[in-house]
């Protein structure tokens, strides 16, 4: 072999290794599931043309990849051959997606989707929009901003170079990625670093106005916001100082949801809001209703608090008490089934409203001497106190796999670290309300959580829909919670604990230190997850193959790569076989697919609903915050699927639910497969289980008004619409 030295694409020259050119072509066979019996041969066939092509020069690695392509060809091997070309093209994709950014094509884990997550929203740029960053550099910035925080703590500054190399090292491996705002302002003039907000909302129009204003404020730092609209007196109240009429609170939602419309989230992202209304307020008929239509209030999403003594009037079949918010006087009684059959009709209509369980998250409000809670952030995660903030993270559980194990050496390691990544969040970040920061760092709430659990289950052969899998979810967030405690502690000891834990829930169970009033959030990652490549937050496979549509209406194409994997190993993978489970999203109906592959890849509309809220019960039993999760439900699913699944997350202890029946929206974020709508479906004309004449109303049996295809009851302001 006269073959000396290779020159990288980056022009230095390196001595020639022949093993390279053994490994790529093996590695080029097994994604078609052959075994490589004539791999020597092969490779010496390369070298053959490489030592007779290159007699005076050095050969360049592309010339290399150009003649293992020719070689695979001439021997016959014509689909080893296409699939290493489509992978050189895949890198050659990736390399120039790199050199977009600033020239430079650095080694990363992150797949081209995530680079284009990146590249849209994340990435630095100058003040003419031109990219100033790599993913790499992403990351040593936001790890560096974040390790500066020990300086505050004694910390020797050889100790802090190594948290940022941790914390780097953490990120780049995708072993760790912590909320939006971090990665977007670490290290930045802005620096808002947290995810999560809560802000109150008065009774006065000078308190609702200053709310409007403080929503501004954090919309355009990288937040979202959650808010409770329980304290507003309901429409038609006299107003003392001016004697007219309150328009109530749904009047009042308008005004944010107009203010979110027109604040660019830090020029990234758009504004996204929770409201939140309690079942006993004299208005929440018109709340469980206001976003029957669809695009009405866009900018928020809906629940209904619901209380123990409305579920216990539920399961009793009587009524509960309305309660004037101003005055705190009874005013009223309605019949408990009315009201949450009609949450649950419009919830089978378009997803909304969702619910929480008021009570059963203060029941776990770990501290109460700051007071009651009263709302979450927008996806519902993370109850929060009035003018509250909370950062999140999510640990990626595909990578805490080891030949078909879980690594709990690593797993503890990372949760260790990302929750003193998380607490030192809290001193850097720049609060963008001086309430916030008080509030915030006096509880010092983090929100650690997970993302890829669906991944995990795949690598371990475990279905999803299946006791193995409820029982390994708690054992794993039980040991993250757990780890993440015993961080929280030693970090209490070792900074001190957070200013609220005298009288806090933790003083009262004997713990003599914690740093943290709350460790763990399980929230649905998101745009973290695309960038991890990970599955989302606790969710099943939503599609074997799906497209999702993110970052400003852009459509982003994948098919799961555990699937593939095991079909090219197993030796069923082919073209046509792709294609149809590209149509059809789900494998369960494909006759080519093992009875045992399909057991264990099943995406959330194969499993029934029961799964679903058993899966999150089990990682809410072993979180502090609370679980965001969607129970996506197929198209035919009943009026009474969408009651009985809300009964069964109270009964298992869920502290919220939110519901939605595929294609009850025009425009849905997550679409099956790469068709473009499921088959024309059959009209259900179903309203509170069972059938009505179309103008009477199902609440109080008024006749109702219509107009332009849309029925509302005079009485009780019930209203649903044809389109």
């Known amino acids: 072999m006269s073959i000396k030295n290779i020159v990288k694409r980056d022009g230095s020259v390196v001595p020639f290794d022949p093993t390279k050119i053994s490994n790529a072509m093996s590695k080029a066979f097994d994604s078609v599931g052959k075994p490589p019996k004539d791999l020597e041969e092969l490779t010496d066939a390369v070298i053959e043309k490489l030592t007779e092509r290159f007699k005076t020069s050095n050969p360049t690695v592309e010339n290399v990849s150009d003649f293992i392509e020719e070689t695979l060809m001439e021997t016959d091997h014509h689909d080893v051959a296409k699939s290493f070309i489509i992978y050189r093209e895949y890198r050659r994709k990736v390399r120039e997606l790199k050199k977009a950014y600033v020239g430079t094509a650095e080694k990363t884990a992150l797949s081209v989707n995530a680079i284009r997550v990146l590249e849209s929203r994340y990435l630095l740029r100058d003040e003419n929009g031109n990219l100033i960053e790599t993913p790499t550099q992403l990351f040593w910035r936001v790890a560096k901003a974040i390790a500066s925080s020990e300086k505050n703590y004694k910390v020797s500054k050889k100790q802090i170079l190594e948290y940022e190399k941790e914390y780097f090292r953490m990120m780049a491996d995708l072993d760790f990625m912590p909320n939006s705002p971090t990665l977007m302002n670490a290290g930045t003039v802005m620096g808002q670093l947290s995810g999560c907000f809560v802000l109150p909302v008065g009774d006065s129009l000078e308190e609702i106005f200053d709310g409007v204003k403080h929503t501004a404020l954090v919309h355009q730092s990288g937040g979202g916001t959650g808010f409770s609209f329980s304290k507003l007196r309901p429409k038609g109240s006299i107003v003392k100082s001016t004697k007219g009429v309150a328009s109530g609170p749904i009047s009042f939602m308008s005004v944010f949801d107009k203010a979110t419309e027109v604040i660019k989230q830090g020029g990234k992202r758009r504004g996204a809001n929770m409201g939140i209304l309690r079942v006993d307020h004299p208005d929440v008929l018109e709340f469980i209703t206001c976003k029957q239509r669809e695009g009405e209030f866009s900018n928020f999403n809906i629940s209904v608090a619901l209380t123990d003594k409305f579920m216990q009037a539920l399961e009793q079949n009587g009524e509960f008490e309305l309660t004037d918010p101003k005055k705190g006087n009874v005013i009223g009684r309605m019949s408990a089934k009315s009201v949450f059959d009609l949450i649950v009709n419009m919830a089978w209509t378009n997803g909304e409203p969702g619910i929480v369980f008021i009570d059963e998250i203060n029941r776990y409000n770990y501290v109460p001497n700051m007071g009651m809670i009263e709302s979450t952030n927008p996806c519902g995660e993370q109850p929060l106190l009035p003018y509250e903030s909370c950062n999140l993270g999510s640990i990626n559980l595909a990578n805490m796999v080891e030949d078909g194990k879980i690594d709990w050496k690593k797993l503890k390691e990372t949760t260790e670290l990302a929750a003193r990544f998380m607490d030192d969040v809290i001193d850097v970040n720049k609060y963008p309300l001086p309430q916030i920061d008080k509030v915030t760092r006096t509880s010092r709430k983090i929100g650690l959580g997970v993302m890829g659990w669906a991944d995990m289950l795949l690598q371990l052969k475990i279905p999803y829909n299946s006791d193995e899998a409820v029982y390994l979810a708690e054992k794993v967030m039980k040991f993250i919670n757990d780890t993440g405690v015993e961080t929280s502690v030693a970090l209490g000891k070792e900074k001190g604990s957070f200013p609220a834990f005298k009288d806090s829930k933790w003083e009262q169970q004997g713990f003599e230190a914690m740093r943290n009033a709350t460790v763990t959030t399980i929230a649905p990652t998101g745009t973290i997850s695309m960038i991890a490549d990970a ?45 149809r489970i590209a149509k059809e999203g789900s494998v369960q109906n494909i006759e080519d697919v093992p009875d045992d592959v399909k057991r264990v890849f099943v995406t959330t509309h194969d499993i029934d609903t029961i799964w679903h809220i058993k899966m999150q019960a089990a990682f809410q039993k072993y979180t502090h915050n609370a679980v965001s999760k969607t129970i996506n439900m197929p198209y035919l699913s009943t009026i009474d699927d969408v009651r009985n ?9 869920c502290k919220g639910l939110t519901v939605y029946r595929e294609g009850s929206r025009e425009i849905e974020v997550l679409k099956r497969g790469v068709k473009e709508k499921p088959e024309e479906k059959k009209t259900i004309q179903k309203v509170i289980g069972k059938q009505v004449p179309k103008d009477e109303c199902p609440i109080c049996k008024t006749k109702m008004n219509a107009q332009e295809g849309c029925y509302t009851c005079p009485s009780c302001a019930y209203s649903k619409c044809s389109s």
Do not use: C, H, W
Request: net charge negative; charged share 25%; aromatic share 20%.
């Open 535 to 579: 599955s989302s937050g606790i969710e099943p496979l939503f599609s074997i193959a799906y497209t999702k549509i993110a970052l400003d209406e852009k459509e982003f194409v994948y098919v799961n790569k555990y699937f593939e994997q095991e079909a090219k190993r197993r030796g069923f993978y082919g073209e046509e076989l792709m294609y």
């Open 645 to 653: 699944a809300y009964m069964l997350a109270y009964q298992m202890g």
